[in-house]
């Protein structure tokens, strides 16, 4: 167990490019390997179009100069996610990797004109619907279709393949991940937002979810529209009603993503995003937007200004968002607790964990979990059950780090958003950083890059400052990551050392984890013999 890296375990469970095609097909460009794997299909610039033409049968290849929230529905129905910003953390890496999709960020040499709907690069130009490939395990970028085959886990373990078991990759992975659940003292849980990743996981063996982002549920169908009318709204009423909307889709997600764990544990974070991003931003949007929800379109432009923020990483976002509209918050949790008690009622038991973004101060965390309380019990009394449930915050700016031993006064649990820790840690944007992140490589400033494996010397000691804190006021404090640095092998080995509960990661990058903390747990048994 201990003579397989770790890192390269991914590559078993990615697509792959048939070999005898490749022979015959140009790389045009080069890009960062965010999401393992290889993927061919039809260029799309934008997540409508991109969707149409997945409805159709066509397979997709979304390509942006990088995406937001507003582009999931487009990633979803994409065979891979291709831009030209964006590092290995960045929103399309990250989403991609979750999903399990191929994906090539930063390829800084294309030129996209979302006006004309082109690609060029290098003396190349491709419109949309044109072919394109990607390998998202070493960041290639192809001129046209390349036949592509799925690895022999994947067929074995997603669809049940009879053949792919029977295969000695298979076995061998089988075996493999059955080593590593006898040794592993840190559990390993995914980041999913739907009961589809939840299974996948599962199936991969991950102990739970350690990151459900609820923001992802509003891009489904015409949802969106309930959320920019609530964010839209005047007054608090008419927010209300909005969010009334809402309330039963998220509670179905819910529901779904209870039954598909059943009975293991589900960390879930309450709105994080700042509201602009779920915003249209064009005139033709804007003015659809207004229509759907029943405004002037110059109601819908003036909220979209009044949202403008210069640094939005850095403002009305988080646990703010349910400070300032706690009718938000309570929403998300009365959908939350109505699903438990529903899945519950059917024999299926329930282990929600309430999560509160962003907290830097614990009077910000405690009024959001006097609502949660609130609502719990509500829900309770008008289903005549009991729920269990745990209330906590995701450790992600330094003054929460700082102030860990005040906050675990609230907090049941803390789990370390280490994509945002880094970020206000070092005061690098993940995004941004690409331009000089290589030569700072190159000169040994840092040996790694810092959102894709934990700065263990900086923002390590933030969180060891944070677990020794929590613990000091609650010893039996539950202790997490659920950043994407969950699923890198050098960042579990770390987490291992620091005596977390868990790491969380995405669902694809689970078998890695579970293998590197397997190892942590032996190097760590060889070394108290010694």
């Known amino acids: 167990m201990t003579r397989v890296p770790a890192d ?45 033409a997945a409805e159709k049968g066509d397979k997709v290849l979304l390509v942006r ?39 090539v960020c930063g390829a800084s040499a294309l030129h996209i004109s979302y006006e004309a709907s082109t690609l060029e690069v290098g003396g190349h130009k491709f419109k949309q619907g044109d072919w394109l490939s990607i ?88 949802r969106i529209y309930a959320v920019r009318e609530m964010i839209v709204a005047e007054s608090v009423e008419a927010r209300t009603a909005a969010l009334a909307k809402l309330l039963p889709y998220q509670r179905a997600d819910f529901a779904g993503i209870f039954t598909a764990l059943k009975g293991l544990p589900a960390t879930i974070r309450l709105l994080d995003p700042p509201l602009h991003e779920f915003l249209p931003h064009d005139d033709t949007t804007v003015r659809e937007t207004a229509e ?18 210069f640094n939005p990483m850095l403002g009305f976002r988080g646990c703010r968002l349910g400070v300032t509209y706690p009718e938000i918050s309570e929403m998300q949790c009365r959908a939350i607790f109505e699903a438990a008690a529903d899945v519950q009622k059917k024999g299926i038991k329930v282990r929600p964990e309430i999560m509160i973004p962003l907290v830097g101060f614990k009077k910000e965390l405690d009024l959001q ?22 209330v906590g915050t995701m450790i992600e700016v330094p003054r929460g780090a700082l102030t860990s031993h005040e906050i675990a006064e609230t907090a049941q649990f803390f789990s370390f958003g280490t994509n945002d820790l880094t970020q206000t ?30 700065d263990q010397t900086g923002v390590g ?58 190892q942590a747990a032996l190097a760590d048994a060889k070394a108290k013999k010694k």
């Open 425 to 454: 840690a070092l005061g690098m944007s993940r995004d941004d950083s690409g331009s000089f992140l290589p030569k700072y490589q190159e000169l040994e400033i840092v040996k790694k890059n810092p959102f894709a494996s934990i």
């Open 65 to 103: 100069i990088e995406t937001s929230p507003e582009d999931l529905r487009g990633m979803i129905a994409a065979e891979g996610i291709l831009t030209a910003r964006g590092g290995v953390s960045s929103h399309a890496a990250l989403v991609a990797r979750q999903m399990g999709k191929v994906c």
């Open 292 to 309: 759907k929800i029943g405004v002037k379109p110059e109601q819908v432009s003036r909220r979209v200004t009044e949202l403008h923020e």
């Open 135 to 222: 390998d998202g395990t070493s960041g290639t970028v192809y001129a046209g279709q390349v036949a592509t085959m799925p690895s022999e886990v994947i067929q074995g373990l997603l669809s049940g393949d009879a053949k792919a078991r029977a295969g000695s990759t298979y076995q061998n992975f089988v075996q493999l991940m059955g080593w590593c659940a006898k040794v592993t003292r840190l559990q390993v849980r995914t980041n999913a937002d739907s009961p589809e990743q939840t299974r996948n996981a599962i199936s991969f063996g991950a102990s739970g979810i350690g990151l459900c982002r609820t923001e992802h549920m509003f891009f489904e169908g015409d």
């Open 369 to 390: 979990v006097e609502i949660v309380h609130r609502v719990a019990a509500e829900v309770a009394a008008k289903k005549k059950t009991k729920i269990n449930y745990l």
């Open 8 to 52: 390269q375990l991914d590559q078993v469970l990615a697509p792959v490019f048939d070999r005898t095609a490749l022979k015959n097909t140009a790389a045009i460009a080069t890009g960062l390997p965010a999401g393992p794997g290889a993927a061919s299909g039809k260029i799309y610039f934008n997540a409508e179009r991109a969707v149409e």
């Open 461 to 518: 000691r933030l969180m060891q400052i944070a677990v020794e804190g929590g613990r000091q006021t609650r010893p039996d404090i539950k202790l997490g990551i659920c950043g994407e640095h969950g699923g890198d092998p050098d960042s579990v080995k770390f987490c291992h050392k620091l005596g977390l509960t868990y790491v969380s990661c995405s669902p694809f990058r689970v078998p890695t984890a579970r293998l590197a903390a397997a």
